[in-house]
Nanobody, 124 residues
Framework: QVQLVESGGGLVPAGGSLRLSCTASDPTFSRHVRGWFRQAPGKEREFVAAIGSSDSSTYYAESAKGRFTISRENAKSTVSLQMNNLKPEDTAVYYC?????????????????WGQGTQVTVSS
């Protein structure tokens, strides 16, 4: 089971920025689909963004378009999520996930491995 480790969460004011990173323990996983999801208290886990084998293959939730950018650095088995113009409604635990195939997906059930999550809090 590949391990995914997130970092970069924190507390920021509205309008601020954060960059989340997710590193996989297994280098052979580095070229498969990776995604970011988030879960706020009392809510279901929701899709944020996903990336395929290259930075040109990306998929965003409507709430993330224009503000968030997902990217990957395969040599480091790392996927990042740059979040700009953050809003209080972006407050959640953010999870990195990985799939064993090449199909971009917004469905949590289709991802095979998950990180432990990192808290993002945006103050108003």
């Amino acid at each position: 089971q590949v391990q995914l480790v997130e970092s970069g969460g924190g507390l920021v004011p509205a309008g601020g920025s954060l960059r989340l990173s997710c590193t996989a323990s297994d280098p052979t996983f580095s070229r498969h689909v990776r995604g970011w999801f988030r879960q706020a208290p009392g809510k279901e886990r929701e899709f944020v963004a996903a990336i395929g084998s290259s930075d040109s293959s990306t998929y965003y939730a409507e709430s993330a378009k224009g503000r968030f950018t997902i990217s990957r650095e395969n040599a480091k088995s790392t996927v990042s999520l740059q979040m700009n113009n953050l809003k209080p409604e972006d407050t959640a635990v953010y999870y990195c996930a990985a799939k064993w195939d090449w199909v971009l997906s917004a469905r949590p059930s289709e991802y095979n491995s998950w990180g432990q999550g990192t808290q993002v809090t945006v103050s108003s």
